[in-house]
């Protein structure tokens, strides 16, 4: 079953979720760092795209098709645009935010580029190796 075959990216989804459909208080932390709420969406959602990244690399050997890198930045970004429906739609104490979107799908390509530079840096070591 891919829920425990991949129980990373599960736990990390379902934090992602509680913590947008949570009450925000009202004096939130670091609210004085400007964009602060757009900085959590990349971390977010760049972390989401890392942990799928390590989740797959554990199964398959550290080898990542083209496939594989596209459906886990879609996964996010996805996930990113269901969270602001959500917020908008189903919440009474969040509301969606076409930039916090922008700012998921920004932090999902980011963590792409982070993991491509760690599977370059590996393969570069193992030839190293060789």
């Given at each position: ?37 757009k ?12 942990v ?13 098709s083209?496939a594989?890198?596209i ?8 996930l990113?645009g ?5 917020q908008?739609?189903?919440?009474t104490c ?8 922008e700012?998921?799908?920004?932090g ?5 580029l982070l993991?491509a530079?760690?599977n370059?840096k590996?393969k570069?070591?193992i030839?190293?190796r060789s």
């Amino acid at each position: 079953m891919i829920v425990k075959e991949y129980i990373w990216t599960t736990l990390v989804t379902v934090g992602i979720v509680v913590l947008s459909t949570i009450p925000i208080p009202e004096n939130p932390p670091l609210e004085d760092v400007p964009l602060i709420d757009k900085w959590v969406h990349m971390v977010m959602y760049g972390g989401l795209v890392f942990v799928m990244w390590i989740d797959h690399a554990v199964r398959n050997k550290r080898t990542f098709s083209w496939a594989a890198r596209i459906i886990m930045v879609l996964y996010a970004i996805a996930l990113g645009g269901a969270m602001e429906l959500v917020q908008a739609y189903l919440t009474t104490c969040r509301s969606g935010d076409w930039i916090d979107f922008e700012a998921d799908a920004v932090g999902a390509l980011l963590g792409l580029l982070l993991c491509a530079g760690l599977n370059w840096k590996w393969k570069e070591k193992i030839s190293a190796r060789s």
